[in-house]
């Protein structure tokens, strides 16, 4: 079985930092690309950064400049440093894992439950 949980969500005033994690955990053989999607109430859920396992990343529009990605195959985690947020940024962050179980397996998205960042004004 595979685990990817969230956390380091919370509330944070306009203009203020949060850091965010995400740890895969179980019959991990190999993590392909890790991704932060958010989803505020009544809107779809986007993608808000990725990096792949070779550390390419790729980034929203709306976050360029403000959120870096960054990951460490090592330890199986991914993390997303948010800073200057903005009351728009308030969501439910997700973490999404491409994880292959075994040599012969293809790889699979993982989600996470999610973690709550919310931005006051």
């Known amino acids: 079985q595979v685990q990817v949980v969230e956390s380091g969500g919370g509330l944070v005033q306009s203009g203020g930092s949060l850091r965010l994690s995400c740890a895969a955990s179980?019959?991990?053989?190999?993590?392909?690309?890790m991704g932060w999607y958010r989803q505020a109430p009544g809107k779809q859920r986007e993608l808000v950064a990725s990096v792949t396992g070779g550390g390419i990343s790729n980034y929203a529009d709306s976050v360029k400049g403000r959120f870096t990605i960054s990951r460490d195959n090592a330890k199986n985690t991914m993390f997303l440093q948010m800073n200057s947020l903005k009351p728009e940024d308030t969501a439910v962050y997700y973490c999404?894992?491409?994880?292959?179980?075994?040599?012969?397996?293809?790889?699979?998205?993982?989600w996470g439950l999610g973690t709550q960042v919310t931005v006051s004004s």
């Open positions: 999404k894992s491409a994880i292959a179980t075994s040599v012969i397996r293809d790889a699979t998205d993982y």
């Open positions: 179980g019959n991990i053989f190999r993590i392909f690309t």
